[in-house]
């Protein structure tokens, strides 16, 4: 077993310097750091300085050793000179410093300065625009490259995804799309029994529905379930490094992983708002028959008297601009997830929450485009 060894020394300006010798490694026997500490409680000296010359070896006990010793020094007011220590040993004292354990957060816990936080949030937010921008830059590339015919994903991918951005998502847009119709038609109603005019509840829900809720609604549901899941799955192979290989083996990620993502939704999203049109006017139909008397032959014509196919195509463009959204907020978060489990949870609800705003932001435009077109 190797001693190790500790020699404490009263140089001039009241500087204690500690000479360590020997190998200061796990199982050996290594001097206490108590007489250390007493000196410094005694408030004898102002300074601490380190003489590693003949240190033969060390592991993470020199490191416990140390930082005892600056935490003495901290709490009774005396200055730590790590120049003499293992160059090793001040880069890991360094990293574990209390400044740099928080970041944003300033020596004590105090907050920064109003105007700093203030341009830290600026600069925060050009930086997230200048990636959108890149990502949605590198998107377009990509979908260019694939009309040429020279993308790098794989056909069975787009396949799948559709499958499970489509056909799995029948049954959720049917209920909401149902429960959506049913409540739009109990809503006119209250209103419109007033006047005894009941007959065009089937109005108000065909054209609500079929103009904008339809698509509306839809993207809602695709942003919660689909949206979230394309930022968990790129996060988690950010997580776990895959995306790193991709780009090791010369894929781009961008290509192989989003693309086909967002083909899919943009496909999809259509086809969707046309089944949650059908089934939120079904909806509205329950309604009129078992509450309002009217009759469903009835009510299915004063429906298609009141739709015409500009109502149809506003609320597919709608559909489709929101599956371009979606796809494109949840690939994003997921691209740029950190590499912990928890950066993934956040990139989810991340994606979620940029799919909405987007989406309220779109329908806005659209409207009052359409209000300025005259359509």
């Keep these: 077993m190797i001693e190790s060894d500790l020699k404490m020394d009263k140089v001039p300006d009241d500087t204690l310097r500690l000479t360590l010798t020997g190998e ?75 400044e740099n354990q928080r970041s944003g957060m300033t020596r004590g816990g105090e907050r920064p300065p109003f105007l700093e936080r203030v341009a830290d949030k600026a600069l925060d937010q050009v930086e997230g625009v200048r990636e959108v921008l890149a990502f949605t830059g590198e998107a377009t590339l990509a979908l260019l490259k694939m009309l040429r015919g020279r993308s790098d994903f794989r056909r069975i991918d787009l396949i799948l995804i559709i499958q499970e951005t489509g056909v799995q998502a029948l049954p959720i847009i049917t209920l909401i799309s149902l429960l959506i119709g049913m409540i739009l038609a109990f809503i006119a109603a209250i209103q419109l029994k007033l006047f005894g005019a009941q007959i065009y509840v089937a109005n108000v829900v065909g054209v609500g529905i079929v103009r904008v809720m339809g698509a509306v609604m839809a993207g809602v549901i695709m942003a919660g379930r689909t949206g979230a899941a394309f930022a968990a799955q790129l996060g988690t192979m950010q997580v776990n490094e895959e995306i790193d290989a991709l780009e090791t083996l010369g894929l781009s990620p961008v290509e192989f992983l989003v693309l086909p993502r967002i083909l899919a939704l943009t496909l999809m999203m259509p086809l969707l708002c046309v089944y949650a049109d059908l089934m939120g006017i079904v909806g509205g139909m329950i309604v009129g028959v078992a509450v309002l008397d009217l009759g469903a032959v009835q009510y299915l014509n004063q429906t298609r008297s009141a739709l015409d196919l500009t109502h149809l195509l506003i609320g597919l463009f709608h559909s489709l601009i929101f599956g371009i959204l979606v796809a494109v907020s949840g690939c994003l978060r997921g691209i740029q997830c950190g590499r912990s489990a928890s950066a993934v949870g956040y990139a989810a609800t991340s994606a979620v929450v940029t799919s909405l705003v987007c989406m309220v932001v779109a329908t806005l435009i659209i409207t009052l485009s359409c209000k300025a077109l005259g359509i």
């Design 24 to 98: 200061w490694t796990l199982g050996n026997l290594l001097p206490s750091a108590d007489g250390v500490l007493a000196e410094l409680a005694g408030r004898q000296v102002t300074r601490v300085a380190f003489d590693t010359g003949r240190l033969d070896g060390w592991d993470s006990v020199l490191l416990v050793f140390v930082s005892k010793i600056s935490h003495a020094c901290r709490r009774n007011g005396v200055s730590l000179d790590p120049s003499g220590l293992p160059a090793g040993v001040r880069r890991l004292m360094e990293l574990a410093a209390p």
